[in-house]
């Protein structure tokens, strides 16, 4: 019996199944799905043990051979996880690519806190999600060539990556702003953070590709103006206070790029208070194309971004490394602008544009 015969006998999907077998504080279930999980699993001798503060390993072993373990290295926090559900959408495609494949996620490490002393010396794999240095990795996981790199690439061409091309995708919504006839446009956005471990875990902001794409632009065509870059945290009452800011400052862009979906929430708010009218006095362009911003008032353009493919790919290509594939590859999984009403664009599905 596998993780999908006991999400059968459960009644609940595999990501539910194997969020309570990893003991994902994270994760809002019943009492009860949560003990029938647990008794189901106790009933075909899945045993959980703690090591290193570890979350628990789930051994399961084919009659065959041996299902491969693999580790989660995670750089956010599950705080930013919640405000933010684009690395979520990363961790449950994963989750789910591993139940489809048969390999079993053993260990959940977040970069939380200051020290770090683990060892990772009992899983087969790592998927390490968002941008931690692959300096030194080495030291916590010694089988570096079964390492794959979601969110981030490391430059060195060394390891396996899945990401999204995010800087061609502003490029895109640029020119579609343009297209509309804005020239004053502005950015609301985040830091781009890149942890790095060496006993303890040392974080530096590094260049974030949305913002590096709007300012080389907007520069190249003679109209960047720096008062109106307005950066904070990845949430929507961060995308909230920016907006205000925005509005109080005056002389206020025709249209903003929005680096997230959750900010823009916040974003349009604040206008909606002040009565400034999208997309007719203000036109928004956001990323990620969360389930709400269909939903919004107005609805909300934005980049889809295929965050659960980009997890369910990791695990993919991970799995080739298992069958012998030594070439490092870097995979770029395409996104797709989806205008709506907020950007005062055309919303119908013949001016949707893919975004390689």
Not at 85 to 108: C, H, M, V, W
Request: with cysteine; hydrophobic share 40%; charged share 25%.
């Amino acid at each position: 019996m596998n993780i999908k015969d006991i999400a059968r006998k459960a009644n609940v999907s595999i990501t539910t199944v194997s969020r309570i077998l990893n003991n994902d504080e994270s994760f809002s279930v019943t009492n009860d799905t949560r003990k029938l999980v647990l008794a189901i699993a106790t009933e075909f001798n899945y045993k959980s043990k703690r090591k290193n503060n570890i979350k628990p390993k789930v051994n399961i072993i084919n009659k065959e051979n041996r299902i491969k373990n693999i580790g989660l290295l995670l750089s956010v926090t599950q705080q930013e996880e919640f405000n933010d559900p684009y690395f979520l959408s990363i961790r449950e495609g994963i989750e789910k690519q591993t139940a489809d494949l048969e390999i079993n996620i053993s260990s959940i490490i977040r970069l939380n806190g200051n020290n770090f002393n683990v060892v990772l010396d009992n899983v087969d794999g790592l998927i390490v999600v968002g941008n931690i240095a692959s300096d030194n990795l080495k030291v916590i996981f010694p089988q570096t060539n079964n390492i794959v790199f979601v969110d981030h690439a490391p430059k060195d061409g060394e390891f396996d990556s899945v990401i999204s091309n995010l800087g061609k995708a502003t490029e895109n919504i640029l020119e579609y702003l343009f297209e509309l006839g804005h020239q004053h446009i502005g950015f609301i956005g985040g830091p781009k953070k890149s942890k790095n471990i060496s006993g303890s875990v040392k974080t530096v902001e590094v260049e974030e590709e949305r913002r590096k794409v709007y300012e080389r632009i907007m520069e190249g065509r003679g109209v960047l103006n720096s008062k109106h870059i307005f950066i904070g945290d990845w949430n929507s009452a961060e995308g909230y206070e920016l907006m205000k800011k925005a509005i109080d400052a005056g002389n206020l862009p025709s249209a903003f790029v929005v680096a997230s979906d959750p900010m823009s929430i916040g974003a349009l708010r604040a206008l909606n208070e002040a009565n400034i009218k999208i997309p007719e006095d203000v036109a928004i362009i956001s990323f990620d194309d969360i389930e709400t911003a269909a939903y919004l008032q107005p609805t909300l353009s934005t980049v889809k971004i295929y965050t659960e493919q980009m997890g369910r790919m990791a695990v993919k290509v991970l799995a080739e490394r298992f069958n012998n594939r030594d070439v490092p590859i870097q995979i770029v999984i395409p996104t797709k602008l989806i205008v709506r009403e907020s950007c005062g664009g055309q919303t119908n599905n013949e001016h949707c544009n893919y975004i390689l």
